[in-house]
């Protein structure tokens, strides 16, 4: 599967930005999906992780209650809608995916397949 990540962008802290990423080249609901980040010099997080048909989804602790994840299987496409930003947000933000058809979970760490990443730059 492909994955194209968008929607990074540069937003005052406060702010709110959705990412999108749209997969293509295997059937969408095969996949647990999941949002990463990485901010310069530091580790690649996890952050929120989403089954196929959406009914389970998962949180990192440090963006819970601020970020939601969510799939439009229709689409092809998960989102991370990201509100009450923080400039210790800024990172580069990864989508990736998981073979996992029919999981009721999805792990935070066995991801295959990847996008690009979209920079988010959070000012203060």
């Known amino acids: 599967v492909q994955l194209q990540a968008s929607g990074g962008g540069l937003v005052q802290a406060g702010g709110s930005l959705r990412l999108s990423c749209a997969a293509s080249?295997?059937?969408?609901?095969?996949?647990?999906m999941g949002w990463f980040r990485q901010a310069p010099g530091k580790e690649r997080e996890f952050l929120a992780a989403?089954?196929?048909?959406?009914?389970?989804?998962y949180s990192a602790d440090s963006v819970k209650g601020r970020f939601t994840i969510s799939r439009d299987n229709a689409k092809n496409t998960v989102y991370l809608q990201m509100n009450s930003l923080e400039p210790e947000d800024t990172a580069v933000y990864y989508c990736?995916?998981?073979?996992?058809?029919?999981?009721?979970?999805?792990?935070?760490?066995?991801?295959?397949?990847w996008g690009q990443g979209t920079l988010v730059t959070v000012s203060s």
């Open positions: 990736a995916a998981s073979y996992n058809p029919f999981a009721s979970y999805c792990s935070r760490t066995e991801y295959n397949y």
């Open positions: 080249g295997r059937p969408f609901n095969n996949y647990c």
């Open positions: 989403i089954n196929w048909i959406g009914s389970s989804t």
